[in-house]
Nanobody, 112 residues
Framework: QVQLVESGGGLVQPGGSLTLSCAAS????????VSWYRQTPGKGRELVAA????????NYAVSVKGRFTISRNNAQNTLYLQMNDLQPEDTAVYYC?????WGQGTQVTVSS
């Protein structure tokens, strides 16, 4: 079955960095565009970044553009999100999404 497993979240101070990973299985990862979303309590899921099947096209939410970088390794069926200059407003549960499925999420908390 389709599985998406996120990792790499944690607590970081403002201005810090984290790299999230999403390990995919159960489908042909390289055939699908994949995305990162985030959600905070009381709000809907927000698209953070998306990447095309072969990685040659990306797009970002305005709020993260220039700070976050989405990438993928199709040989390892893995999606990444490099997050730099993290701010308290980036605090959320981050999810990867592909093939109509979602991972369980990983918590990112930005606080001093």
């Amino acid at each position: 079955q389709v599985q998406l497993v996120e990792s790499g979240g944690g607590l970081v101070q403002p201005g810090g960095s984290l790299t999230l990973s999403c390990a995919a299985s159960g489908f042909t990862f390289s055939n699908y565009a994949v995305s990162w979303y985030r959600q905070t309590p009381g709000k809907g899921r927000e698209l953070v970044a998306a990447i095309s099947r072969n990685g040659d096209s990306t797009n970002y939410a305005v709020s993260v553009k220039g700070r976050f970088t989405i990438s993928r390794n199709n040989a390892q069926n893995t999606l990444y999100l490099q997050m730099n200059d993290l701010q308290p407003e980036d605090t959320a549960v981050y999810y990867c999404s592909a093939y109509g499925s979602w991972g369980q999420g990983t918590q990112v908390t930005v606080s001093s």
